[in-house]
């Protein structure tokens, strides 16, 4: 793909928890101005797979190397926004200054330096204006960009994001969206979605994720890698903009769950 060495780097990794495996001999390299996409159906190990390019997850098997100037120390993670953050009381300046921790130390004063590295982040997400507001005021949509903003504050080598589009509004979809675009211009992104329309147009590779790995240089799916990996029939469609609908089905997914049809707009979340 590149003579560029890969900044991170997964062998033949598996992992899992409690003696059950959800990852199976994975092999994926993430190089410099990487915009990775990975899909797969819920259970399928994408968050265990986030854990393990953390550190926050050991695997069973297989070797983890990654060649970031701060190793694995400085990679930006974005969760998927849960009801609960939205209680923290904390103004949203304060949130995003927690992006600082990694660099000054827990028990460290903020100084000037770092209070302006999370102004820049809140403005990069156009939450400046709302600085001094309580972080639980904030729509979902907001909640989800400061989050965004909280990780960039840190000065990330990666950023690893979870499902940073569910329930987005248009705007902040907007936002988002064009953020990431100049985001990758200084760092590899990898990012969880059920929703691959929603980037397909900026993201460079795809992974369909399902215990095991399948890669997809250029962003190119087929019908057939999908229904391999969701375990059902799957139609691609394309309205400008090329993502998936499954067909109707009744068998179940590897999680153990029962599926059934999704339209357009409507998809499963983890």
């Given at each position: ?20 495996e ?5 092999d994926?390299?993430?190089?410099p ?15 265990t797979l986030l ?7 050991e695997?069973s ?11 694995r120390?400085r ?26 921790l ?15 590295a ?5 403005a990069?997400?156009?939450l400046?204006h709302?600085?001094k507001?309580?972080?639980g005021?904030?729509s979902?949509?907001?909640l989800?960009r ?5 990780a ?26 064009g ?7 200084r760092?590899?992104?990898?990012l969880?979605?059920?929703d691959?329309?929603a ?7 795809i992974a ?28 691609l ?12 089905h ?12 999704h ?8």
């Amino acid at each position: 793909m590149t003579d560029l060495e890969p900044l991170i780097e997964l062998q033949q990794v598996s992992a899992g928890y409690d003696g059950v495996e959800a990852l199976s001999e994975v092999d994926l390299a993430i190089y410099p101005g990487d915009y990775l996409a990975i899909i797969g159906p819920n259970g399928g190990g994408k968050t265990t797979l986030l854990k393990v390019l953390l550190g926050l997850l050991e695997p069973s098997r297989g070797v983890v190397t990654s060649r970031l100037p701060h190793g694995r120390g400085r990679m930006g993670y974005v969760p998927q926004f849960s009801t609960l953050e939205s209680q923290i009381p904390l103004r949203v300046e304060e949130v995003a200054l927690m992006g600082r921790l990694s660099l000054r130390g827990l028990w460290r004063r903020y100084r000037q330096e770092d209070r302006e590295a999370a102004q820049a982040a809140l403005a990069a997400v156009r939450l400046d204006h709302l600085a001094k507001r309580s972080a639980g005021e904030l729509s979902g949509g907001q909640l989800q960009r400061l989050l965004l903003a909280r990780a960039l504050a840190g000065e990330p080598e990666a950023l690893l994001l979870d499902e940073p589009m569910a329930s987005l509004d248009a705007e902040s979809r907007q936002v988002v969206r064009g953020l990431l675009q100049e985001v990758r211009e200084r760092m590899p992104i990898v990012l969880v979605t059920h929703d691959p329309a929603a980037v397909a147009r900026e993201v460079r590779n795809i992974a369909c994720m399902n215990r095991r790995l399948s890669y997809h240089a250029g962003g190119e799916l087929t019908s057939e890698a999908l229904e391999e990996t969701y375990g059902c029939p799957v139609e691609l469609l394309a309205h400008g903009v090329p993502h998936r609908v499954l067909g109707a089905h009744s068998h179940r997914h590897g999680d153990g769950s029962h599926s059934h049809s999704h339209g357009d707009g409507e998809e499963p979340h983890d």
